[in-house]
């Protein structure tokens, strides 16, 4: 049987050679951490250091019990975990199956425990860690995967960040609590109907960490306190963001930017995109295509319009800052072959974000090159970091094997940028990436889902996975607006698929057009950045006339759509609180709110309810009670209850809570 005793301030459990400790760690939650190492590890990976927490420890003959505020846990003799909320409702418990406890009536012959180290060649574990599961339970979050389900139970999630995939392990219940995996090693999680299993291929110790709350929201705040919010977005990101794949020179950019104001449309954001550089690993505008990067962002900012510009954290063996990279151990290793990690037009290895000697020296180029010219914001690409094999065990960081801290880089890439650019006095830091861990957003990441495909299929995806980043964590998250491989802006079967995507765009943390249109335009030249094919055109004015005034329509309804979108990103600041969100988020006491998977709230007063299919020109709403008003006419609705709402090929359904916001929508 178990050791209990109290230990500063945590429950400490000792059992053979097993130690298990159970903490306070922010309000009304708590943190769980078993290791069969000789110490405890220190690392707090996602979580910071908690806040003015204490628990209340009693411990009796046959178990004990942590309770902080509205969480308590209840730990046996025989070792076994159960977590209570503030009501005595039973939130989460171990499952285990064994003879430790006779008097158990879950005791078994079958010998199987919660918490499974596995030791493993080299003196580390694989783990498992097992609970029981309620198959009526609904469960939320994880970041962004490809697939179109809102409801996680029953699903089977890789624990790995790649392209267009971001996992970040944070999962609410409908059962009242909120559940970090606080490890970002590469591992699985299956949410199913009898058992939840949480693998880790390599690691040192299972930590997770657990919240109570009484509405989502209040969940979703705990969690928030102690990885951190994002900052206050700055005014210029919350209008419309003009980008393709790519614009080839300092002249074509500028021109696109020009037409812009020549028709009178508000644009916020221009994008130069990959490959405007020499060589991949030197930070710099390749001169022959962008001969006065200087001039070119004065001539923007004059526009009013801000410069985002590509960053790749891959390093060409050819390119001039290689060997000094690698002599200097700054890149990422490889355990097997030759050093070469992506291959895109080059031999190519990344920088080793995880390395502090490392982000500083990739910042100093970025400043000398981008920064001191003017450039405040960047578009961080490449963040999983993807690989050509996406063969996790070959590639080893500074903190460690990828297979035991890889999901950390992102973040660790996000935090390059952020502390250079607060270091020059930068306030309210935003930079684009395609990929996020557990705390990504403290450090100003805007993520977006990478390079998906152009069809409704993905759109559906891409709505889920949006909906998913927020109740994760990662409040600040986009898509490429009409997708990004494929599309041409000729075919009117695309054009559907464009319109309907760029109405939701409108509803979504940033606006941002972005893809890889056909017909291809081919590379300029054979070498440098010339090299590099681009897309076919994908500005407002290239859908024909009909989308184009479409477009005008949406555009100018997000710019006055500004002070509303303010205040929902003062509330994601401040609390964490998700720009959009699934429709319990709101209202939580409403039980078909838990199911809806076609509709959405942006913000505390707008539902929104995309179109997502093919051909479709009307949507059932579901309205939860009160009175709502759909927003393009104006007609109050008393809610409870579904409505077929209109959808021609040019709207999309949005009803609102305050009447206030209908003159909005009139123009």
């Not at 005791?107 to 599961?133: N, Q, V, W, Y």
């Not at 891959?314 to 990279?325: G, L, S």
Request: proline letters at 6%.
């Amino acid at each position: 049987m178990a050791i209990l005793r109290e230990k500063d301030g945590r429950l400490v459990v000792t059992d053979n050679n097993e130690k298990l400790w159970i903490e306070p760690w922010g309000e009304n939650a708590l943190r769980v951490r078993s290791t069969k190492m000789p110490q405890m590890p220190p690392e707090d990976w996602a979580l910071e250091a908690p806040h003015s927490a204490s628990a209340e420890i009693v411990i009796g003959e046959r178990e004990a019990t942590v309770t902080n505020g509205k969480i308590t846990a209840k730990v046996t003799k025989a070792g076994k975990i159960t977590f209570y909320n503030q009501k005595g409702k039973l939130l989460l418990e171990e499952f285990v199956r064994n003879r430790r406890d006779v008097t158990s009536p879950k005791c078994s012959a079958l010998d199987m425990d919660a918490r499974e180290h596995k030791p493993i060649l080299g003196g580390d574990f694989s783990t498992t860690m097992r609970f029981e599961s309620d198959p009526k339970e609904m469960l939320f979050g994880m970041g962004q995967y490809q697939q179109p389900l809102l409801n996680l139970k029953g699903c089977e999630l890789e624990l790995a960040h790649r392209n267009s995939q971001a996992s970040v392990p944070f999962v609410l219940s409908s059962l009242g609590y909120g559940f970090l995996w606080n490890n970002p090693g590469v591992g699985s999680v299956t949410f199913g109907t009898n058992v939840t299993s949480w693998r880790s291929v390599s690691t040192k110790v299972i930590d997770y960490w657990i919240t109570a709350g009484d509405t989502p929201a209040e969940i979703e705040e705990s969690y928030a306190a102690v990885t951190g919010t994002v900052p206050m977005m700055p005014d210029w990101a919350m209008g419309f963001w003009q980008c393709k794949l790519r614009y080839q020179t300092q002249e074509e950019l500028l021109e696109v930017a020009r037409e812009y104001k020549r028709r009178g449309l508000p644009i916020s954001v221009i994008v130069v995109d990959f490959f405007h550089w020499p060589l991949e690993g030197e930070w710099r505008f390749d001169p022959q295509y962008w001969p006065d990067p200087d001039a070119m962002i004065r001539e923007l900012k004059e526009m009013g319009i801000e410069l985002m510009v590509s960053i790749w954290p891959t390093v060409d063996h050819k390119c001039a800052n290689y060997a000094q990279m690698r002599e200097r151990g700054l890149l990422i290793n490889v355990e097997r072959g030759f050093p070469v990690a992506l291959h895109c037009v080059d031999d190519t290895i990344h920088y080793d974000a995880t390395n502090p000697e490392a982000r500083e020296f990739v910042w100093n180029e970025v400043k000398k090159n981008y920064y001191d010219k003017g450039v405040r914001v960047f578009w961080l690409d490449e963040a999983e970091p993807e690989y050509s094999y996406y063969d996790f065990d070959n590639y080893r960081y500074h903190l460690g094997p990828n297979v035991q801290i890889g999901n950390i880089y992102p973040k660790c890439y996000a935090q390059t940028f952020y502390e250079g650019m607060e270091k020059e006095g930068q306030k309210n830091i935003l930079n684009l990436l395609r990929c996020a861990w557990a705390g990504s957003q403290k450090y100003g990441a805007l993520v977006w889902s990478g390079d998906i495909h152009s069809s409704f299929e993905s759109f559906r995806n891409q709505f889920a996975a949006g909906l998913h980043m927020g109740i994760a964590g990662i409040p600040w998250w986009t898509t490429d607006i009409g997708g990004f491989h494929g599309g041409n802006p000729d075919d009117e079967a695309f054009r559907e698929v464009f319109a309907r995507w760029f109405q939701y765009g409108t509803f979504c943390p940033v606006m941002r057009l972005h893809g890889d249109r056909e017909p291809h335009t081919p590379p300029m030249s054979t070498v440098g950045g010339g090299r590099m094919a681009s897309g076919g055109p994908n500005e407002v004015w290239s859908y024909g006339e009909t989308l184009y005034e479409m477009c005008r329509k949406y555009m100018f309804l997000r710019e006055r759509l500004r002070p509303y979108i303010t205040g929902l990103m003062q509330d994601a600041h401040e609390k964490g609180t998700p720009v959009i969100r699934p429709m319990f988020y709101d209202f939580p006491e409403d039980k078909n709110c838990w199911t809806l998977d076609g509709q959405y709230m942006f913000g505390g007063s707008l539902l929104v309810a995309p179109v997502m299919e093919a051909g479709q020109r009307s949507k059932t709403v579901y309205l939860p009670a009160g009175t709502w008003y759909n927003a393009w006419t104006g007609e109050a609705v008393e809610g409870g209850r579904t409505v077929e709402a209109d959808a021609p090929l040019t709207v999309i359904p949005v009803y609102t809570r305050d009447p206030g916001l209908l003159e909005v929508f009139k123009g």
